[in-house]
Structures are given as structure tokens and as C-alpha cells.
């Protein structure tokens, strides 16, 4: 199965923000950060098709897939 990744900020400094990744089967959202060699724990925020979720969501196959870092306002 295919996926798009983006991963914004710096959480994978060197590395392209934007890749296609070809799984094997079922994957969760934490099994591709650690695919990317991405610290599961600097992320805030997963987003899987334009939707909110959690690292031990499932990704399905097509879909696009955004790791963000943690935010912060002011």
C-alpha cells in the first residue's frame, strides 16, 4: 500500500518533508514514525486525511499522513 507523509517543523531535520512510502499490510501512525527514524515523542500532533488523530491510529491505504511538532501561541 501507498501513503504520503509530510512531516512539518523540524522533527526530521535533512530529510524531505513531503515522501510516498510503500508499506507492507496495516500500519499505525507510530510504526511509519519509526519508519522515518521520527522520535514518536516529539510529535504533537498527528493528522490523517485532513483528520486529528492519535500515533496508534491506523493509516489507511491512500492516505495522507502529517506529523506536526508540538505548537505553541502566545
Known amino acids: 500500500m501507498a501513503i504520503e507523509v509530510e512531516v512539518f ?4 531535520p535533512g ?8 508499506l507492507e499490510g496495516a500500519t499505525t501512525a507510530e510504526q511509519v514514525a519509526l519508519r522515518l ?6 510529535v504533537g500532533l498527528v ?7 492519535e500515533m496508534d491510529a491506523a ?7 502529517c506529523f506536526f511538532p ?3 501561541g502566545g
Open 47 to 53: 493528522v490523517i486525511d485532513g483528520v486529528q488523530g
Open 59 to 65: 493509516v489507511p491505504p491512500g492516505s495522507r499522513l
Open 70 to 72: 508540538p505548537m505553541s
Open 15 to 22: 530529510a524531505p518533508r513531503r515522501q510516498m512510502l510503500l
Open 9 to 12: 517543523g523540524q522533527l526530521l
Open 37 to 42: 527514524g521520527l522520535d514518536p515523542e516529539a
